[in-house]
């Protein structure tokens, strides 16, 4: 029966296909497409794991006291039983041989699917059985974690768009795929950003959420904060993502199949249109050009955006460098190499390289997730350069790799998160010092301009500060919107207090602008404001010049730049700005 769910357009488009459920594990687990020629090698590695787990149960059965409680001794053969039940067993050959899953997320996906049919138990016993599944699946990828599979290195190395495909389309369906979720980390993100989903769907996150913004670099449809969706939809179920409208529909009739079928090639379309003004330089009616840089994650970001015709690169999220690598951080030449790929990819275009912004909704790993969550707020605790400052030698690694890679064409180094003028002097004095360590050891080193971006609104009411040290800004709307209404950007609850047109967040935003103006220096937005259409023609009427988006934003951000006349814009944003209800004078 026809259902549906709503959530958040965080990522436009219609994706419609068959959903993949990514249960949720309490352990760290990582979620990729295998090759086809490992499906036997990764069967194997949960069966080994698997036969450990047997024999540990059944040493602890034999090591049992004599005078040891009788439910002990049942508890262990229940789980025993459980380990070799056909159905569990069965269930990850199928993830793995038909869909190409690997090893931990075909177990985990089973241990979903074995663990709903026990809560529509009627039996009391039976039902709380699904605790011991849990614990014996738990036991399983414990003993699998450590044991390195060698696939992962080569997803992680990035395969190809095509090769992901040719994954994806197995012999048992070769229908598009959506993937269905309670949450997904950042970095599980990124793996997935190699791979062929349609669309994506979560429970919980906001519009500007870490994951809803990688999900709007892969220019795919996304909904999140879709509360429940994950235990309402199950495996296999067909589902239409309306990123325009922020709905899921569950298993569709066939006329409402056709419709969206007709709204998806609309949309292609469209895109169609827009891709004719790759060449097309972004100059107001007016002549006023404007700079429209791409935001990237990965080195390999870059090849997206060249082909969109990106000015550069207005934002590099280093911190993808660092998470999911159960908390081991890449070393200088890691980094360098990373750091120059993307440089070199560039083509001689300039390249913003933010330092490591970790924390808040961005942890390292799972785990250490959890230990950042103990503290009492993370989006207020020891993030970005906070977190950099904590730990010099950490920081210090990640300086001068990007001092190395600006050996190698044009590169900006930015700091996320700066509040204080002793942040901003001990940052300076760390590039410095990187610096020094650099000729000592004899490396090559190139010049880089220095930013800072102005998100917490401390630092958007210090300008003046910030430009005397340095050479251009960059603004954080996702942050200074967050910190300057207190709303957690990755809450759904309070997701529609999240308000970019609030008279404080404009006014902030304006006054940036305008000083970096006035004193002749850089300024740029790089939230997710500057790839909102419906926003670019109140920023262009700010001043603002420079925007950095996702290269899927580009185009369409460049069509309301050739339809702006940026003298009207600016007579028009002053009203806005005086406005008790900006968003009112937007819409209309
Ligand atoms: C921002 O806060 O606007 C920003 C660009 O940084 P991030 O989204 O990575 O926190
Ligand atoms: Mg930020």
């Not at 827009?274 to 009616?285: D, E, F, G, P, Q």
């Not at 999220?317 to 070393?331: A, I, Q, V």
């Not at 959890?370 to 210090?396: E, S, T």
Request: proline share 4%; charged share 25%.
């Amino acid at each position: 029966m026809t259902f549906s769910v709503h959530g958040l357009a965080v990522s436009r488009g219609i994706a419609i296909g068959r959903a993949v459920l990514v249960a949720s594990s309490r352990i760290d687990v990582v979620h990729y497409f295998i090759d086809a020629s490992k499906v036997r090698e990764e069967i194997t590695r949960v069966r080994v794991s698997r036969d450990a787990v047997m024999e540990e149960i059944t040493r602890l059965q034999h090591d049992l006291p004599k005078d040891a409680p009788h439910e002990i001794a049942a508890l262990l053969d229940v789980q025993l039983m459980l380990l070799q039940d056909e159905q569990l067993i069965s269930g990850v050959k199928h993830w793995i041989a038909g869909r190409h899953y690997n090893a931990e997320w075909a177990l985990t996906t089973q241990y979903d699917t074995i663990a709903r049919q026990f809560d529509e138990m009627e039996d009391e016993y039976l039902r709380e059985r699904k605790a011991d599944l849990a614990q014996v699946v738990e036991r399983i990828l414990r003993h699998m974690k450590g044991v390195a599979s060698p696939v992962q290195a080569a997803v992680r190395a990035g395969s190809s768009r095509k090769q992901s495909q040719d994954l994806l389309l197995d012999d048992t369906m070769d229908v598009p795929l959506v993937l269905v979720a309670h949450d997904i980390s950042p970095a599980d993100m990124l793996q997935f950003k190699r791979s062929l989903f349609a669309g994506f769907a979560t429970d919980v996150g906001g519009k500007t959420s870490h994951t809803a913004i990688v999900a709007r670099s892969m220019d795919i449809p996304a909904v999140v904060g879709a509360r429940s969706a994950s235990q309402l939809i199950k495996q296999d179920d067909w589902v239409i993502i309306d990123g325009d409208a922020g709905v899921l529909i569950v298993d569709p009739s066939p006329i409402i199949l056709a419709e969206y079928g007709f709204k998806q090639r609309q949309g292609e379309l469209e895109r169609e249109r827009l891709n004719r003004l790759k060449h097309t330089l972004a100059v107001t009616l007016d002549g006023q050009p404007i700079e429209l840089l791409a935001n990237i994650e990965m080195p390999d970001d870059t090849l997206g955006a060249v082909k969109v015709g990106a000015v550069g690169v207005g934002l590099f999220r280093s911190e993808f460098l660092f998470m999911g690598r159960s908390g081991k951080l890449p070393d200088e030449n890691e980094q360098y190499l990373a750091y120059r790929k993307a440089v070199e990819g560039m083509q001689g275009l300039p390249v913003t390289i933010r330092t490591v912004d970790i924390g808040s909704d961005k942890p390292l790993d799972k785990l250490a997730g959890k230990a950042q969550d103990r503290h009492l707020n993370p989006a207020l605790g020891l993030r970005a350069i906070r977190w950099c400052l904590a730990d010099p030698p950490m920081f210090l690694t990640q300086l001068r790799a990007i001092l190395r890679a600006a050996a190698h064409g044009h590169v900006n180094l930015l700091v996320p998160m700066l509040a204080h003028g002793s942040e901003i002097r001990q940052t300076l004095a760390l590039i410095g010092q990187a610096r020094a360590q650099l000729d000592k050891k004899g490396l090559a080193y190139g010049p880089v301009r220095l930013g800072a971006m102005i998100e917490i609104p401390a630092a958007a009411l210090s300008v003046n500060l910030f430009l005397r040290y340095f050479d251009f800004l960059s603004i954080g709307t996702n942050d200074l919107i967050q910190y300057t209404l207190a709303i957690d950007r990755a809450d759904e609850l309070v997701a529609h207090l999240y308000d970019p047109c609030h008279p404080a967040v404009l006014r902030l935003i304006a006054d940036t602008i305008a000083e970096c103006q006035r004193q002749g220096k850089a300024v740029s937005v790089c939230g997710e404001m500057a790839g909102d259409v419906s926003m670019t023609r109140l920023l262009l009427g700010l001043g603002l010049r420079s925007f950095s988006m996702h290269p899927s934003q580009i185009l369409a951000v460049k069509q309301q730049v050739l339809r702006s006349d940026t003298g009207k814009l600016a007579l028009w944003a002053a009203e806005v700005l005086a406005s008790e209800d900006p968003a009112a004078l937007l819409q209309a």
